[in-house]
């Protein structure tokens, strides 16, 4: 039950984390379907970040931790930077956000295999970095508690979750936060108010990015050392999904995030994932083709879009450009 709940939070985190990054875009007025190449972006940055300080011999073993949090911060700067040409292009060009955020994507991974080609001269194994837990005892009994907080356990994803809680407490409970979502629900009546539009909206995005580069690292150094292939298994649309699911609003997304945790948990654990602790690994021995596993996180993606999506609130101005001059 440990071993469940500890990895369905290791898929589960990520995605709440960049389903939030798109709440702040969306929220703001900025469609974000370039969420999944910020992943990407933010990944390789992060494991970048790592490497470069290994080989420097920079931090010791034992300042492992330390190293892994600097490596989200680099993750989440160059994620907001990133984010900027989708800024840019939404907010000063005015330009379509769903063919801003598509070509961001398709930038994305392009641009990073072509950097890992420039770097490591086509040697993708040198992007591929060992996670670092909180060092406990691997073979040590902490209980059942203990077991759950602090074996096997990342101190990412209790940085995600912090700033999930601290992130979703600004957007609703803080002056900002009320300014942010009424750009996104009427930018004139803002404006009329003082507000600043297409700051709010810069902000929005930023933070969207920032976000979702934390969240990219945070599932390369989690779950799949994704920095050397430039993909991200579709995780950022899985986000997005997930968004649409929690209906914009923070708590349901997390629920939604576990949910969908869980259902990519067993895809990728299934043959050793052990339920009832009796030594039986049920999901591989029942003769379900993996392929249906592997399937299991996107088409419940589906299912629970096609019941849920019709009910889902739309922020009112989501994807349209805000021109001061017209009403």
Same mark, same amino acid.
């Given at each position: 039950?440990?071993?469940?709940?500890?990895?369905?939070?290791? %898929?589960?985190?990520?995605?709440?984390?960049?389903?939030?990054?798109?709440?702040?875009?969306? =929220?703001?007025?900025?469609?974000?379907?370039? @969420?999944?190449?910020?992943?990407?972006?933010?990944?390789?940055?992060? *494991?970048?970040?790592? !490497?470069?300080?290994?080989?420097?011999?920079?931090?010791?073993?034992?300042?492992?931790?330390?190293?892994?949090?600097?490596?989200?911060?680099?993750?989440?700067?160059?994620? /907001?930077?990133?984010?900027?040409?989708?800024?840019?292009?939404?907010?000063?060009?005015?330009?379509?956000?769903?063919?801003?955020?598509?070509? @961001?994507?398709?930038?994305?991974?392009?641009?990073?295999?072509?950097?890992?080609?420039?770097?490591?001269?086509?040697?993708?194994?040198?992007?591929?970095?060992?996670?670092?837990?909180?060092?406990?005892? =691997?073979?040590?009994?902490?209980?059942?508690?203990?077991?759950?907080?602090?074996?096997?356990?990342?101190?990412?994803?209790?940085?995600?979750?912090?700033?999930? *809680?601290?992130?979703?407490? +600004?957007?609703?409970?803080?002056?900002?936060?009320? =300014?942010?979502?009424?750009?996104?629900?009427?930018?004139?009546?803002?404006?009329?108010?003082?507000?600043?539009?297409?700051?709010? !909206?810069?902000?929005?995005?930023?933070?969207?990015?920032?976000?979702?580069?934390?969240?990219?690292?945070? %599932?390369?150094?989690?779950?799949?050392?994704?920095?050397?292939?430039?993909? $991200?298994?579709?995780?950022?649309?899985? /986000?997005?999904?997930?968004? +649409?699911?929690?209906?914009?609003?923070?708590?349901? $997304?997390?629920?939604?995030?576990?949910?969908?945790?869980?259902?990519?948990?067993?895809?990728?654990?299934?043959?050793?994932?052990?339920?009832?602790?009796?030594?039986?690994?049920?999901?591989?021995? +029942?003769? *379900?083709?993996? %392929?249906?596993? !592997?399937?299991?996180?996107?088409?419940?993606?589906?299912?629970?879009? /096609?019941?849920?999506?019709?009910?889902? !609130?739309?922020?009112?101005?989501?994807?349209?450009?805000?021109?001061?001059?017209? =009403?």
């Amino acid at each position: 039950m440990v071993f469940l709940i500890q990895q369905t939070m290791l %898929y589960a985190v990520p995605l709440m984390i960049v389903a939030l990054a798109g709440i702040f875009a969306e =929220r703001s007025g900025v469609i974000n379907l370039a @969420l999944e190449g910020i992943m990407i972006f933010g990944a390789f940055i992060g *494991v970048l970040f790592v !490497r470069i300080m290994q080989e420097n011999q920079v931090f010791t073993q034992e300042q492992g931790q330390l190293l892994m949090l600097l490596a989200l911060i680099a993750a989440s700067i160059f994620g /907001a930077i990133f984010s900027l040409l989708l800024s840019f292009s939404a907010i000063n060009l005015k330009a379509d956000q769903t063919i801003g955020g598509t070509a @961001l994507n398709m930038l994305a991974p392009a641009l990073v295999l072509f950097l890992i080609n420039l770097i490591s001269q086509q040697n993708a194994g040198w992007f591929m970095i060992k996670p670092s837990t909180f060092g406990l005892p =691997r073979d040590h009994d902490f209980g059942f508690i203990g077991n759950l907080l602090l074996n096997k356990v990342y101190l990412t994803t209790y940085i995600c979750l912090a700033v999930f *809680v601290i992130l979703s407490i +600004i957007l609703y409970k803080t002056k900002f936060g009320l =300014r942010l979502r009424s750009c996104g629900e009427n930018p004139h009546a803002a404006d009329s108010l003082g507000i600043n539009v297409y700051k709010m !909206r810069y902000a929005g995005v930023t933070i969207s990015g920032a976000l979702a580069g934390m969240g990219g690292f945070t %599932y390369a150094l989690t779950t799949a050392n994704c920095a050397s292939t430039g993909e $991200v298994a579709g995780y950022g649309f899985l /986000a997005l999904a997930v968004m +649409i699911f929690g209906n914009w609003k923070p708590l349901t $997304v997390a629920l939604g995030g576990i949910l969908f945790g869980l259902f990519k948990c067993i895809s990728a654990t299934y043959t050793s994932l052990d339920i009832n602790g009796d030594g039986v690994y049920m999901l591989a021995e +029942i003769g *379900v083709s993996p %392929y249906v596993y !592997r399937l299991l996180p996107y088409l419940i993606t589906l299912i629970v879009l /096609a019941f849920t999506s019709k009910n889902s !609130r739309v922020p009112k101005a989501e994807g349209i450009p805000y021109d001061k001059g017209q =009403r």
